[in-house]
């Protein structure tokens, strides 16, 4: 059998079983996904490496670290079809939809920001596989595939890709225990998935394929044995439960996620309840290092935290007080209390999934949008970056100006503009 057109995969069976072959060591088995450890960290693809030095410029950045990958070969679109000795030669069979997969990267469920792009690359590189690194998603309607059919049988049709899961850390510049500041992993952590570059063919029962395959997947779906594959059958479709099973499957656990991200936007959306803050006695302004410009919350409720310059008009609205500290590893947490307007920084959870969303004040309460991490400098320094625990995101703002808004940056400002310094007053 081959491919009457030669520009996509899988011309023939000759050429699926070499592709596939290829991705033996990468793939999992039809069953179940096998986890995939990533390369070792001089050739995982990451721009940074934990315990390399870093700088105070770098405090306001992050980076990812791969911490795990599951490789699953998966079918999308499938179709069982019976050829008689009349009706070989080319066909177009419309294949059903058995799985949609969607490009992802922390709590978005879409790739924004060049830290999930980072990512994506990382993951890539550490498997040494092609891996898609911007928001995409495989068809989620019926697709037609022209397969030439020499031999009468029975054969399932089907589009396919390696799925790739796994979960990320962050690596922060932070100060370290040994002296200097290095590159250490950071508390927050997500899922990401994505797949590699689809693959579509033709594959019969008793046709030999590699184990691990995608075609191998494709061949689990056919229902070998059963009177539909081994009686005379007309040609055309022939109905699998296997295919029906596994697309129920697939729709369930789609459903269940799609259930989990809306109840994490709705809760999130929720104004939090107040709560009572221990706040350290001490007050702060949070000031671009070495200039006159700090964070000034606002006294607009749609107004965002600007860098403003201190004077008399300020009205303590550039003091900040740290509430509810906690420490570990060396990094702190703590919301941000703001004298002025009595209310903590946060970033509104209606945006909070965009990349540059903007830092405002709300009404302090427990909600991880109002919480931070704080990477520090060496001791003797005040230089410290921010990180948005519910976001991930680094704190930074866009140019030097006064009036400009505070916004968060999933990768941090890599130019330095999110060095800030927690200066007492």
């Excluded at 390399?52 to 679109?77: F, M, N, W, Y």
């Amino acid at each position: 059998m081959r491919r009457t057109t030669g520009t996509r995969l899988g011309r023939g069976l000759g050429a699926l079983i070499a592709t596939a072959t290829a991705a033996v060591g990468l793939a999992a088995t039809p069953a179940a996904a096998t986890p995939a450890t990533p390369a070792a960290p001089a050739a995982s693809g990451q721009t940074v490496q934990p315990g390399q030095t870093c700088t105070a410029a770098d405090l306001g950045t992050r980076h990812p670290i791969i911490k795990s990958a599951e490789v699953a070969p998966t079918i999308t679109h499938f179709k069982g079809w019976y050829v008689t000795e009349g009706s070989t030669g080319n066909q177009s069979v419309s294949t059903n939809t058995t799985e949609t997969i969607s490009v992802s990267v922390g709590l978005n469920g879409t790739v924004q920001g060049s830290f999930a792009v980072e990512a994506l690359g990382s993951v890539g590189a550490s498997l040494g596989l092609n891996v898609q690194v911007n928001y995409t998603h495989t068809s989620s309607t019926n697709k037609s595939i022209s397969w030439n059919f020499f031999q009468p049988g029975y054969y399932g049709l089907y589009e396919g890709t390696k799925k790739v899961t796994g979960t990320y850390g962050s690596l922060n510049c932070n100060r370290s225990d040994a002296g200097g500041l290095k590159w250490t992993e950071g508390p927050d952590t997500g899922s990401y998935t994505t797949f590699t570059t689809l693959e579509e063919g033709a594959v019969r029962c008793e046709d030999k394929v590699p184990a691990n395959s995608i075609m191998a997947k494709a061949q689990g779906l056919l229902d070998c044995g059963s009177p539909a594959a081994t009686a005379k059958h007309p040609a055309g479709p022939v109905p699998s439960a296997k295919a029906d099973q596994a697309k129920h499957d697939a729709d369930n656990a789609a459903t269940a996620a799609k259930a989990v991200q809306s109840m994490k936007a709705t809760q999130s959306a929720k104004p939090a309840p107040r709560v009572a803050l221990n706040c350290q006695p001490g007050a702060y302004k949070i000031d671009v290092p070495g200039k006159p410009l700090n964070w000034s919350a606002p006294l607009l409720a749609n107004d965002g935290i600007r860098l403003r310059e201190s004077n008399f008009t300020s009205a303590h609205l550039d003091n900040w007080r740290l509430c509810n500290v906690t420490e570990h590893n060396g990094v702190l947490e703590a919301s941000l209390w703001n004298w002025g307007n009595g209310g903590c920084a946060t970033i509104p959870a209606d945006i909070a999934n965009q990349e540059q969303a903007y830092l405002t004040t709300a009404t302090c309460g427990e909600d991880d949008l109002q919480r931070f991490y704080i990477y520090r400098d060496v001791p003797g320094s005040t230089k410290i970056g921010l990180q948005n625990k519910y976001t991930g995101s680094m704190m930074g703002h866009d140019r030097y100006a006064d009036g400009e808004l505070i916004r968060q940056y999933s990768s941090g400002r890599q130019d330095g503009t999110g060095t800030y310094t927690l200066t007492g007053v």
